[in-house]
């Protein structure tokens, strides 16, 4: 006797997609930096942000919150950073550039346009991604916590933030003292 086929979702080849009707509209960006500094461990600092659905409201990080989570890294580690950005229209914005030629303790250097592989972060969203696959949350309030967690998770697994810059093949190079 053969076992009944197992019902699935979508066509075969193509990714199914639920949508839940009837709960609150909202969207969760979250921004995020990896840290690193010879000699000691990494860090990712990283700063969840709720935009409301609403018509005409933002959808995504502003310039303004893309300058916060750089005051909020600067505070937590305590010295210089040096910012290496993509090509993100929101990292590109006059407002932005101002605020980093304003301040001597940030540099910036910009990646190549469309660089995914040189960016530690984008190893980080797969880290996250793969932990939350198949998953169906029942509310945006579980999709949080389940994106908070996994956050943390990283942030508390130094190992894998190397991970995620050794994956760019990059490397830091401290200064040579005169």
Request: charged share 25%; with cysteine.
């Amino acid at each position: 006797m053969t076992p009944p086929r197992a019902r699935t979702w979508g066509r075969r080849g193509q990714t199914p997609v639920i949508r839940v009707r009837g709960r609150s509209r909202r969207r969760t960006s979250v921004a995020a930096l990896c840290c690193y500094k010879p000699g000691e461990k990494s860090r990712l600092i990283h700063r969840p942000r709720t935009h409301l659905l609403l018509k005409g409201a933002r959808k995504s990080f502003s310039w303004k919150d893309y300058r916060d989570l750089l005051v909020r890294a600067h505070i937590q580690l305590d010295g210089p950073i040096v910012v290496v950005w993509d090509n993100l229209n929101t990292h590109l914005a006059a407002g932005l550039k101002r605020y980093e030629a304003e301040h001597d303790w940030l540099t910036t250097v910009r990646l190549p346009p469309y660089a995914p592989d040189l960016n530690p972060v984008e190893a980080v969203w797969s880290l996250v991604r793969r932990a939350m696959a198949n998953i169906a949350f029942a509310t945006p309030d579980d999709l949080d916590r389940t994106l908070r967690r996994e956050l943390r998770r990283i942030q508390l697994r130094p190992h894998l933030i190397d991970g995620c810059r050794t994956a760019t093949g990059l490397a830091i190079n401290p200064p040579t003292p005169p």
